[in-house]
T-cell receptor
Framework: GDSVTQMEGPVTLSEEAFLTINCTYT??????LFWYVQYPGEGLQLLLK?????DKGSNKGFEATYRKETTSFHLEKGSVQVSDSAVYFC????????FGAGTTVTVRA | DAGVTQSPTHLIKTRGQHVTLRCSPI?????VSWYQQVLGQGPQFIFQYYEKEERGRGNFPDRFSARQFPNYSSELNVNALLLGDSALYLC???????????????FGSGTRLTVV
């Protein structure tokens, strides 16, 4: 079964809105955690990462904090732009990458 | 520097045929992994190779096989193709050792396989 569960989409937002995509993982121990993004017509890109508990990954205004106590790695951005429209994947690494199902985000002008 | 390169970019095959997909990792990366991404879903792990040895295998049938060459490039082979094998096949390379992924994986643009 899936080892990463993320919020189902699609999510549609207006520009400058706040974005949260929930993600929980199941791997035991201390897996590395990532958010990958897939922009329309482009390949998968690493957005941010965290490799140990309480680490906060950040990039392009996005943030996610590795919460061991809740096995979560929620993605947040305070003010989204149209260019943030993409599919976002929560990923855990435990000898292999395990992807969530992806959340499609559309930002309207 | 070149990123992860995959070939071909698109491929159309008929059921029952065999296909070989190729991947060249970033220079210096010794770990190569293969993933299958069906439309609308997240990528699913197929194989991982590290230092030319298979180190992990996902839940895929024996029709799927792979290998890694001395220059760390890799091939994914699929025999007896089924319609359900239609997907984007992604190759990813990593600088890391087998059990760590501190810097993430770099993905190629993929090979779009269509089975008709």
């Amino acid at each position: 079964g899936d080892s990463v569960t993320q919020m189902e989409g699609p999510v549609t937002l207006s520009e400058e809105a706040f974005l949260t995509i929930n993600c929980t993982y199941t791997a035991t121990g201390y897996p590395s955690l990532f958010w990958y993004v897939q922009y329309p017509g482009e390949g998968l890109q690493l957005l941010l990462k965290a490799t140990k508990a309480d680490d906060k990954g950040s990039n392009k205004g996005f943030e996610a904090t590795y919460r061991k106590e809740t096995t979560s790695f929620h993605l947040e951005k305070g003010s989204v732009q149209v260019s943030d429209s993409a599919v976002y994947f929560c990923v855990e690494f435990d000898y292999k990458l395990s992807f969530g199902a992806g959340t499609t985000v559309t930002v309207r002008a | 520097d070149a990123g992860v390169t995959q070939s071909p970019t698109h491929l159309i095959k008929t059921r029952g045929q065999h296909v070989t997909l190729r991947c060249s990792p970033i220079s210096g990366h010794k770990s190569v992994s293969w993933y299958q991404q069906v439309l609308g879903q997240g990528p699913q792990f197929i194989f991982q190779y590290y230092e030319k040895e298979e180190r992990g295998r996902g839940n895929f049938p024996d029709r799927f096989s792979a290998r890694q060459f001395p220059n760390y490039s890799s091939e994914l082979n699929v025999n007896a193709l089924l319609l359900g094998d239609s997907a984007l096949y992604l190759c990813a390379s990593s600088l890391e050792t087998l059990n760590r992924a501190n810097y993430g994986y770099t993905f190629g643009s993929g090979t779009r396989l269509t089975v008709v």
